[in-house]
């Protein structure tokens, strides 16, 4: 059985993106994949996170993932900086990946903005811990949304330099699973942007927390163009934010956008984001309901973790083991 894996951000409450892009896409894996789903606290800090607020959204991040349909009798879901192997094969790929293949990286460039000089080492070496995750498992599918694509392709880079210098075919390739017509959910108030749990704006989002009359607000506020829908997906071209309204509402009601605007197609937005606002509601609000009822006992969700991480420690220990040897140092016992 192929084995999977991927990782999500506790930097904040995940959002709709999160959801359609990658977390929706982890629940039927369980079935078919070894699954391995993390929450990846090391990634989330090399950004400023307030340490009370980080504690509280990795919880939270983990309620919500399975809220979501994480199921740890099918899979196994933990938090990164309980199992070390992460950071240790980390260090490894740090000294294996090249500065320019970082200096590629465009999330790099749009999360350091204009004050490069200001961010701090770990947002540089972030595809290194990223790659780190995947190899420490030698998982070979990794879910995701289009916005990981280029750190997947770094992540191949650096197991293939891994196994010509030290003479290995030891890390295997990764092939990205990147899905369909949700892979990029953009931001409510701007197409061009992606939806992001780190936006500064609440109204840009739906965070899988909002209640049914936030869910609504937000979508009636969703910025569009004057337009009625078009019929056909070619009438989305260069209409952004029509073209994000209509792939949500696709993405959550198992469709293609050409359905819905087979169905839609002539209408008004007011109409449209009225149904999309009643589907959004009727989808997530079992899920945040399912959420609220985790967190009111925090430690079975912390006791689930750590069970999720004595599971992923027996898989990752022995493979980040051997690659140290691989690599020369003298084995501790
Ligand atoms: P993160 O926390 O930013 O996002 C988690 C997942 O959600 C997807 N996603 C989206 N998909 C569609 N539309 C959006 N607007 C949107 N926003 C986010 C992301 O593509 C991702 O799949 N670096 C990763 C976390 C990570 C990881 C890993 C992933 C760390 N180690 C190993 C896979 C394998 C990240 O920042 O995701």
Redesign the pocket.
């Known amino acids: 059985m192929q084995r999977v ?5 506790p ?1 904040g409450v ?5 959801y ?4 929706r896409n982890w629940v039927p894996m369980q079935d078919t994949h070894e699954s391995i789903f ?1 929450v ?1 606290d090391q ?1 989330a800090i090399t950004m400023w996170q307030d340490p009370k607020e980080l504690t509280r959204q990795t919880r939270e991040m983990a309620a919500a993932l399975l809220a979501c349909g994480l199921d740890p009798a099918r899979c196994i879901l933990f938090v ?1 900086s309980h199992v070390h192997a992460h950071t240790r094969l980390a260090w490894i790929f740090n000294c294996v990946a090249r500065i320019g293949w970082l200096n590629r990286m465009t ?1 790099f460039k749009d999360k350091a903005g204009k004050d490069r000089e200001n961010a701090s080492g770990g947002l540089y070496v ?2 290194n ?2 790659a780190a ?2 190899h420490a498992y030698h998982a070979t599918r ?7 694509r280029q ?2 392709e770094l ?1 191949n880079d650096i197991a293939g330099k891994f196994n010509h210098d030290y003479g290995v075919e030891f890390f295997p390739n990764i092939e990205p699973h990147i899905m369909g017509v ?6 409510l108030r701007d197409g061009t942007k ?4 780190s936006d500064p704006s609440d109204q840009s989002r739906i965070n899988m927390t909002d209640d049914a009359e936030t869910i609504s607000l937000k979508i009636r506020r969703a910025k569009t163009d004057p337009e009625p829908l078009p019929s056909e997906v070619a009438g989305l071209e260069g209409r952004p934010e029509a073209r994000n309204l209509v792939g949500i509402l696709a993405a959550i009601t198992d469709r293609m956008p050409e359905d819905v605007l087979r169905e839609h197609g002539g209408q008004g937005f007011g109409t449209f984001k009225g149904v999309l606002a009643d589907a959004l509601v009727a989808h997530l609000s079992p899920i945040a309901a399912e959420m609220r009822r985790l967190l009111d006992d925090p430690g079975a969700v912390d006791a689930l973790l750590r069970k999720g991480a004595d599971r992923a420690r027996e898989i990752a220990d022995p493979i980040v083991a051997r690659a140290e040897e691989l690599v020369g140092f003298l084995p501790p016992r």
């Open positions: 894996f991927s990782g999500i951000q930097s995940p959002t709709l993106g999160n359609l892009g990658a977390i993390c990846v990634h990164q999330q972030y595809p811990l990223m995750d995947i990794v879910p995701v949304g289009d916005d990981q750190h997947l992540a949700a892979a990029r959910v953009m931001s992606k939806m992001s749990k």
